[in-house]
């Protein structure tokens, strides 16, 4: 069975085109519906999904139910698929997305929609070749079910759109972010469900807020907003903080939260509500704008809610808050234990307040514990006395606890908003701030700086310090390199393109590409701690807000590539500062010029123990060193780049890194065996190996600048005898890493002389410093390889064969099976292999690769994190938003627009 088939329309121009799903072809159980309204042109297609074992006996062998589109593509590229649907079923449908018959790229999601008259959009990405193509639906999942359940419910099916360009997810948001004043000043926000094992939702919430004089410490439990709706006519009801949110930075530094559905009912709410973070720079202050919007039509009844914002401090500290009335404010002390001087916060708003309250939060809000889905609580309408602060507003709209002040641990501070009125279409904006000083004085001054920005004595516009925090962002990313070609809609302007010596600049021709780029660099830079310099591994919770010094000098790479010398210079200085001098407990287990491989991201110096020794850090300190020195002479900064080198601390580290590595190597040639990168063999890594060679490569180019022109001759024979064992074949008598037969790098040798003859991705690092030329015909065949044995669409590389950690590992940080399928994409490892590709000459490639990694990008364009579920096409949110991910990417782009290149000199290897 078939609908009648239009002729294809040709995506021309750079225009969307868009196909009916009731005039394509369908089969099985589909059919053409038009009883339900909102459906472009009136008609749809029903979709039914795959039967249930109830109906096995009656429909055995029958085909499932699809729709195929026949489109015809201008030109190889990356598209966006968007599909029109409604699903009114009470849960998510699944089906199949095939492309001229293959099973690729697999299961595509339609949301739950509640209601099957709310018609929304289901996106897939996909790179499509110049010519006619055949894109079907089906409710058979084959073999990429990956769990899911075949017995899906039915959907209603509009129409397909496709889009030339790329685009990234709409399903899978970063969950937590962090921003930064750029001194003394970090705040935190969180979504209500973190990653897959995190079952008991609050949120979305500012989770933290840390302040320079006490780092260690986060001064607040959480910052949010109840709801209540008192609109006339209707039982009054109360909103908890359980959304589903979308949370990201646009390229001016705003950090963006956008509310969703209800989580404890799955409805979306008639209202938009949403959330945006000034982090002001050089200011100890943050300024937050709340959006609320009445969708309804013009005309319909207004829709009146009260809304009480609401800030815990810290449960284990003693403080104590009075309410400023004419400042209309909260003032607090906050007690920092033991021995340490107080802090003193000012939580207050820009508009008017009607009550305000401290004390308890109450007991049917999250205290000390979280709140459970369907937990019960009070009746709607129900006065409960005593239910503190937040309790009490829950339950009769009043807000709680004493109107003037309050003392005792986590004490919960809020403002009470009555009666606001939303008329449909129109938003209606509320705005509050937070400030932080070691002193009543200087909280006094904060406080009138935030509401006199000018220094006039009428209060200024809360607007000031978006506009000013925007300002500064954009002044920041004009260092930035451009990306030539074609400027996505919402960019920085002012930046210039510089490509390499002998090159000409390469332009893109899709504006996701710049955008991704440009809101990468500002989500690295926002991770940055703002006094120390180091960055975070991930901005997931899950990741324990820790530092890994291999990963963040990878970034600073990055950063000194993109033109931001000095946010990568801060890095620098960091990483030399806390490099092990030899002395003290640790010595034996972290000789001089080593790295922990975990430091705390609060401490100026805290190293923490976690799967030691993983010694590649040294070799990309050097190389990063080297890196930044040449970066700064290149944009004429030559009394920057001699100030850099000449300092006392980085000078000392890079020669004792340097001297690790040189004074160490083994009679096989080889560096010392170490746990890097994947932490789960003590071998003489590929990964580390590599770093070490290249790091000696650059000491040694490095010699004369740094003062010890008498240890270059060694560096470089050491960086020489490192690369030979790398490049020595495994079936040699004195075996090396590389394997003839396979044509790839193996993943190490034991200190025993055991061979880890399997193949790993991280070897192609090899490629991407120019250890291995890409003249040399083994780093055509490297590539070969690890396309062959490691690509899962393509694009999506994984680390190693049979890679399980996110598909079953209980080490995962976001639970077990936080991956429907084993072999998780990395984006990193995409990255590797597209910069490999573009010096062997694969420019097609390397530009299919930039477009998969966008794809790749959480909603709002925020960087992935490790792994991406390749059966899905969804980044795995545990670990995002991960710096060095972004950094990679930067790389990447950088390189393919001819103005960067990571390879360091080869002359010492001729």
């Avoid at 009054?236 to 390229?251: G, I, K, M």
């Avoid at 004419?326 to 820009?350: D, H």
């Avoid at 260092?479 to 030539?484: G, K, N, V």
């Avoid at 020595?728 to 044509?743: D, H, I, K, S």
Wanted: charged share 20%; proline share 6%.
């Amino acid at each position: 069975m078939s609908g009648s088939v239009t002729p294809p329309p040709e995506l021309s121009d750079g225009a969307a085109r868009s196909f009916q799903a009731e005039l394509a072809s369908f089969g099985g159980p589909a059919s053409i519906g038009n009883t339900v309204g909102g459906a472009t042109g009136g008609s749809y297609l029903l979709l039914p999904g795959a039967p249930g074992l109830e109906n096995i006996f009656d429909q055995d062998g029958a085909a499932a139910a699809s729709v195929s589109f026949t489109v015809e593509i201008p030109e190889t590229a990356w598209y966006t698929l968007n599909f029109r649907y409604a699903n009114g079923s009470g849960s998510d449908v699944y089906r199949n997305l095939l492309v001229d018959d293959a099973d690729i790229p697999g299961t595509i999601t339609f949301a739950n929609r509640f209601s099957s008259e709310s018609w929304g959009i289901a996106r897939d990405r996909l790179e499509l070749s110049a010519g006619t193509h055949t894109i079907t639906l089906t409710a058979d999942l084959g073999n990429e079910a990956g769990g899911l359940n075949a017995g899906d419910p039915e959907i209603l099916l509009d129409q397909l759109e496709i889009v030339p360009g790329t685009s990234p997810s709409d399903q899978t948001s970063a969950r937590s972010l962090v921003m930064n004043n750029g001194e003394d000043m970090v705040g935190i926000t969180e979504a209500a469900l973190l990653y897959q094992k995190d079952v008991e939702g609050f949120g979305p919430s500012l989770s933290q807020l840390r302040f320079g004089a006490n780092w260690g410490t986060d001064q607040v439990d959480y910052g949010t907003m109840w709801f209540r709706d008192v609109s006339a006519g209707a039982e009054p009801r109360t909103l908890a903080p359980y959304f589903d949110s979308t949370n990201y930075f646009d390229e001016h530094g705003i950090l963006h939260v956008e509310y969703g559905d209800y989580l404890p009912t799955g409805e979306a709410l008639p209202v938009s509500i949403s959330r945006e973070y000034a982090m002001v720079p050089g200011e100890p202050l943050m300024v937050e704008r709340w959006t609320l919007t009445n969708q309804n039509q013009v005309g319909d009844p207004l829709i009146e809610w009260d809304v009480l914002n609401a800030l815990r401090l810290n449960a284990d500290l003693a403080g104590r808050a009075v309410w400023d009335e004419r400042r209309e404010a909260w003032v607090a002390e906050i007690g920092q234990g033991e021995g340490r001087a107080p802090l003193y916060l000012a939580f207050g708003a820009f508009q008017d307040t009607d009550r305000q309250g401290a004390g308890e939060a109450g007991e049917d809000v999250r205290g000390d514990g979280r709140m459970p889905f369907g937990a019960a609580g009070p009746a709607p309408g129900e006065s409960l006395g005593g239910q503190g602060v937040i309790g009490s507003f829950e339950a009769s709209g009043q807000v709680g606890g004493d109107p003037q002040r309050a003392e005792g641990q986590g004490v919960t501070l809020g403002m009470e908003i009555e009666s606001v009125d939303l008329f449909p279409t129109r938003p209606v904006e509320l705005y509050f701030y937070y400030t932080l000083a070691e002193s009543l004085e200087q909280l006094d001054s904060n406080i009138a700086t935030a509401l006199s920005p000018q220094g006039t004595a009428s209060p200024g516009s809360p607007t000031f310090w978006f506009d000013r925090t925007e300002e500064a962002w954009d002044d920041r990313l004009r260092e930035a390199r451009d990306i030539p070609g074609v400027e996505p809609a919402e960019t920085v302007a002012g930046r210039e393109t510089s490509a390499l010596p002998g090159e000409t600049l390469r332009e893109v021709s899709d504006p996701a590409l710049e955008t991704a780029y440009l809101r990468s660099l500002v989500s690295i830079l926002q991770s940055q701690q703002p006094e120390f310099g180091s960055f975070l591994a991930s901005t997931n919770p899950a990741y324990e807000f820790k530092v890994w010094p291999r990963d963040s000098a990878a970034t600073a790479i990055a950063l000194d590539g993109a033109g931001l010398h000095d946010a990568a210079e801060h890095y620098w200085m960091w990483m030399a500062s806390v490099e092990e001098d030899g002395a003290g407990e640790d010595a034996a287990a972290f000789p001089n010029g080593t790295f922990y491989t975990n430091y705390g991201f609060w401490s100026a110096d805290q190293p923490i123990d976690f799967v030691q020794p993983e010694w590649d850090a040294q070799g990309l300190f050097l190389i990063g060193v080297y890196r930044h020195y040449e970066a700064l002479l290149d944009a004429g900064k030559s009394d920057q780049a001699a100030a850099f080198v000449n300092d006392p601390t980085i000078r000392e580290a890079f020669v004792d890194s340097a001297q690790f590595i040189a004074t160490r190597i083994e009679p096989n040639g080889f560096g010392p065996p170490d746990l890097s990168i994947w932490e789960e063999f003590y071998l003489y890594n590929v990964f580390t190996q590599i770093t070490y060679a290249q790091g000696l490569n650059a000491a040694s180019q490095l010699a004369q600048e740094i003062g010890r022109p008498d240890l270059a001759e060694s560096w470089a024979a050491g960086a020489n005898t490192i690369r030979d064992a790398i490049l020595r074949p495994t079936t040699a008598e004195q075996p090396g890493l590389w394997n003839e037969e396979g044509g790839y790098l193996v993943w190490g040798i034991t200190p025993d002389g055991t061979l880890i003859d399997r193949q790993e991705n991280s070897a192609n690092l090899a490629l991407v410093t120019g250890l291995l030329d890409a003249g040399d015909p083994r780093a055509q065949r490297q590539v070969e390889s690890t396309l062959a044995n490691l690509s899962r669409n393509e694009y999506g590389i994984s680390r190693y064969e049979g890679d399980t950690f996110y598909a079953s590992s209980p080490y995962s940080p976001g639970g077990a099976y936080e991956s429907r399928v084993p072999e998780a994409s990395w984006p990193q490892m995409t990255s590797y292999i597209g910069l490999a590709q573009e010096f062997l000459g694969n420019t097609d490639w390397t530009r299919g690769s930039l477009g998969w990694t966008v794809s790749r990008y959480g909603e709002g364009y925020m960087a992935p994190g490790e792994g991406v579920d390749w059966s899905t096409r969804e980044p795995l949110p545990s670990t995002m938003v991960e710096p060095v991910t972004a950094a990679w990417y930067v790389q990447n782009l950088l390189n393919y627009t001819n103005q960067f290149d990571p390879r360091l000199p080869e002359e010492v290897f001729a």
